[in-house]
């Protein structure tokens, strides 16, 4: 079955920036997507089609698309970027990577 | 701003079918995709299937022998079952609203609801 791979865990110090691999055999072909989950919440588009950002997102958040990677890229996290990161494409989620700002 | 809200028992026990309702305000539920995504305690998120509000429905491979989504446009809401639960159905249940283009797997969600727990035990 297809899967897509990310790393358990990212850590950053405020106003670094985060990278966020996904890696899956489909992505050079199909979209990315990437959804934030902080505690307790459901899940937030933050991210789709490789590179787009849903209003009300903010501009530190993009993405980016390469081969069969695709990055979520957070310029200058903040403290309240601390959470759960998710990669999405074709029905399958990735494992999701922690984020951690401190 | 569409909302939507998950509802149904907390509770079921194992062997049964464990059955949720998406209630769909501030829009339509028409010209949409509508999706039911899992996610177990301490664990990530899992693709359950999506309705379009035509009735036509693509599930997760492995979940399709016992799910059934279905769609009432007349009260703007959209269900899950699925049958013969075991404990490792034991999640929350989120409902969200969807986009697809060509493929039937292209396809993502956008608007999600805050979800319900749903714990099977006897």
């Known amino acids: 079955s297809y899967e897509l791979t990310q790393p358990p865990s990212v850590s950053v110090s405020p106003g670094q920036t985060a990278r966020i691999t996904c890696s899956g055999d489909a992505l050079p072909k199909k979209y990315a997507y990437w959804y934030q989950q902080k505690s307790g919440q459901a899940p937030v588009l933050v991210i789709y089609e490789d590179s787009k950002r849903p209003s009300g997102i903010p501009e530190r958040f993009s993405g980016s698309s390469s081969g069969t990677m695709a990055t979520l890229t957070i310029s200058g996290a903040q403290v309240e970027d601390e959470a759960d990161y998710y990669c999405y494409s074709t029905g399958v989620f990735g494992g999701g990577t922690k984020l951690t700002v401190l | 701003q569409v909302q939507l809200q998950e509802s149904g028992p907390g509770l079921v026990k194992p062997s049964e079918t464990l059955s949720l309702t998406c209630t769909v305000s501030g829009g339509s539920i028409s010209s949409y995709y509508w999706s039911w995504i899992r996610q177990p305690p301490g664990k990530g998120l899992e693709w359950i299937g999506y309705i379009y509000y035509s009735g036509s429905t693509n599930y997760n491979p492995s979940l399709k022998s016992r799910v059934t989504i279905s769609v009432d446009t007349s009260k703007n809401q959209f269900s899950l079952k699925l049958s013969s639960v075991t404990a490792a159905d034991t999640a929350v249940y989120y409902c969200?609203?969807?986009?697809?283009?060509?493929?039937?797997?292209?396809?993502?969600?956008?608007?999600w609801g805050k979800g319900t727990t749903v714990t099977v035990s006897s």
């Open positions: 969200a609203r969807g986009f697809r283009f060509g493929e039937p797997l292209d396809y993502y969600m956008d608007v």
